[in-house]
């Protein structure tokens, strides 16, 4: 358990500075555009290049805000559940949200193999798409392990409702 | 199975996964493709769900969230929310509740280049709260006027509930922004006109502080040179049609960037967590809104959003009283979710019936906004009260969850009166927007 858990942390923290990367990426590519552009010189292209790296900035940083619990969830109900309720509710919407996001990361990937056999590319700069889809279906795979990984800590009871 | 009553069962499904502390963001995304599965068919929604993904988070549009709150956490980081304070303190200082005045006008003035509420709380908490508590402010005075005045950053623009809002019924995000201005400056005044009634009827609630003389107030804002220079940019830029969104935001990371290196404000770790808090809040966002897309289109295909406008407009009631009932729903549901999230599962329902009823899209935007604003300070779930507590228990150990919900009460009024202003006179939304090539 622990060495599946140790690596996987690893892999988040790797994707977590590729994310960190694209987000600055993303001002710089359209700093450099709008000020070629007040000179005559826009950058071709920078609206596509920016795009990418804002989806592949969010499905990076999918594992890191799974594990900082940013996501909005409504605590009122279920503080109020005795520790039982508790635990079978987080054993429940963590299969869920395993199951959905498993299943996301699957069709991700089919979806970015797809468009790299029907030979689609990106609109202005022809860039193969499907390597930035393929790069989201990673990040959610990693996503999906992560919230497995939890489900496991509940079902051992390594981890507290 | 009915689409309708599908619909409807799927819509309950979802509500008791979020009571179950499912997040909202993977409730709306699970029961959007299974209801999808079932009303058309297990390969369609397959197909859905990795295309709607997809394709929201490669979106350009959106691509002007993450920007916009890096740009918020840099000047976070850079130390521009305290000097806002002390140059907004210099000025108001001496009156009673000067230093509450203080704090909510610098809540708006960082909420120029901060796009979320409990953020501009959280800051401003740090900043406000430990020298009112100085100067034997009350308990509910100090941290009451943090809670609501960080709903100011959520109404002053960039604002990401605006931006979301903008992308979910198609309208310009630019005119949207220049539609909050006004308002915004407006709440102010109506937050500062309830602290001077309460200080007023409870003078030991917010006494006066010590006067600056006219030439310190000017250095003060010497200091601030830099942040307008940034938000003329950012906004002007917008509203002269220079830039799109995403390249307004992008100017202002570099602006907040450069001004703060070349005046040493910024260390490399402020920068890097920085980039880090922006991670978390971007993916955060950009997961409501895909769960609110992959929702919509299970609910487009129930049928429920038109459904609701036709019964709706065939009503024997007339319009505000419709509007006054939406309203109502928004506040209420506000009590219980994130402003964002909430906006995100109810405007397409609301959207078709507003517009029918012959409403302003910038302007119901903006009232929205205004709304929820109440909700992120009024209990049970008041975020806001919640970040301030949190904060306080730091900074200023003793005050009492309670006297924060009660210090709030003023500003709920204050934001009440607002409203009503806008529906009054809506050109005070429509009039800036109006003014745009």
């Known amino acids: 358990m622990n060495a599946p858990a140790s690596t996987l942390s690893v892999i988040e923290r790797a994707m977590r500075a590729l994310a960190a990367c694209c987000l600055a990426g993303m001002a710089l590519v359209t700093v450099i555009d709008v000020t070629g552009r007040a000179f005559g010189y826009p950058l071709f292209g920078s609206e596509e290049i920016t795009a990418f790296m804002a989806a592949l900035a969010v499905a990076m940083s999918l594992p890191y805000a799974h594990r900082e619990r940013s996501h909005i969830a409504v605590e009122l109900f279920y503080t109020r559940l005795g520790r039982k309720a508790r635990l079978t509710a987080s054993l429940l919407t963590n299969t869920l949200s395993f199951a959905v996001f498993a299943t996301l990361g699957w069709r991700m990937l089919d979806f970015a193999l797809d468009t790299r056999d029907s030979g689609e590319v990106s609109m202005n700069l022809g860039m193969p798409e499907w390597i930035v889809m393929a790069a989201v279906a990673a990040g959610v795979a990693v996503f999906a392990l992560m919230i497995l990984t939890s489900l496991l800590r509940l079902i051992t009871g390594s981890e507290a409702v | 199975m009915d689409p309708m009553i599908s619909g409807l069962v799927g819509t309950l499904v979802m509500l008791a996964l979020m009571a179950l502390r499912m997040p909202v963001a993977y409730a709306m995304m699970l029961t959007g493709t299974a209801g999808f599965a079932l009303l058309i068919s297990p390969q369609a929604a397959l197909s859905l769900l990795p295309r709607e993904v997809y394709s929201t988070f490669a979106s350009y549009d959106l691509s002007t969230i993450p920007l916009f709150i890096l740009m918020g956490q840099l000047a976070f980081h850079a130390g521009v929310s305290k000097r806002l304070y002390q140059t907004a303190y210099r000025f108001l200082g001496h009156v009673r509740g000067g230093l509450a005045m203080a704090t909510v006008s610098a809540c708006t003035a960082f909420?120029?280049?901060?796009?979320?509420?409990?953020?501009?709380?959280?800051?401003?908490?740090?900043?406000?709260?430990?020298?009112?508590?100085?100067?034997?402010?009350?308990?509910?005075?100090a941290a009451g006027t943090v809670a609501s005045g960080g709903g100011l950053g959520m109404i002053m623009p960039p604002s990401v509930v605006l931006i979301v809002y903008g992308v979910l019924t198609e309208q310009s995000i630019g005119r949207l922004f220049m539609a909050g201005i006004v308002p915004a400056l407006l709440l102010t005044l109506l937050f500062i006109a309830a602290i001077a009634t309460m200080c007023t009827m409870s003078p030991e609630s917010g006494p006066r502080g010590e006067r600056s003389g006219w030439g310190e107030r000017f250095r003060s804002l010497g200091g601030l040179s830099d942040t307008l220079i940034v938000f003329a940019l950012v906004i002007g830029g917008m509203f002269k049609g220079l830039f799109t969104p995403t390249e307004a935001a992008s100017v202002g990371v570099a602006g907040v960037l450069g001004v703060s290196v070349i005046r040493r404000r910024?260390?490399?770790?402020?920068?890097?967590?920085?980039?880090?808090e922006t991670l978390r809040t971007s993916c955060m966002v950009m997961m409501l809104i895909a769960g609110a897309v992959v929702f919509g289109k299970f609910l487009a295909v129930t049928r429920i959003p038109f459904e609701m406008a036709g019964v709706v407009a065939g009503l024997d009631l007339p319009g505000w009283a419709i509007m006054a009932a939406i309203l109502g729903i928004y506040f209420l549901g506000g009590c219980f979710m994130d402003s964002l999230a909430l906006v995100m599962l109810t405007v397409p329902i609301f959207f078709p019936v507003v517009l029918g009823l012959g409403y302003d899209p910038l302007w119901f935007g903006v009232v929205i906004v205004l709304v929820t604003e109440m909700g992120v300070i009024t209990p049970p779930v008041g975020i806001n009260v919640y970040v301030v507590y949190g904060m306080t228990r730091k900074i200023a150990p003793g005050i009492a969850l309670e006297s924060i919900f009660q210090g709030i009460v003023p500003f709920l009024l204050a934001i009440v009166a607002g409203i009503t202003l806008l529906f009054l006179v809506p050109e005070a939304v429509l009039w800036l927007p109006g003014l745009m090539n």
């Not at chain 2, 910024?266 to 880090?276: C, E, H, K, T």
């Open chain 2, 111 to 141: 909420g120029a280049v901060c796009g979320s509420s409990p953020a501009t709380a959280a800051t401003m908490s740090s900043v406000g709260i430990p020298e009112m508590k100085r100067y034997g402010y009350s308990d509910a005075l």
């Open chain 2, 266 to 276: 910024l260390s490399w770790n402020g920068f890097v967590q920085a980039l880090l």
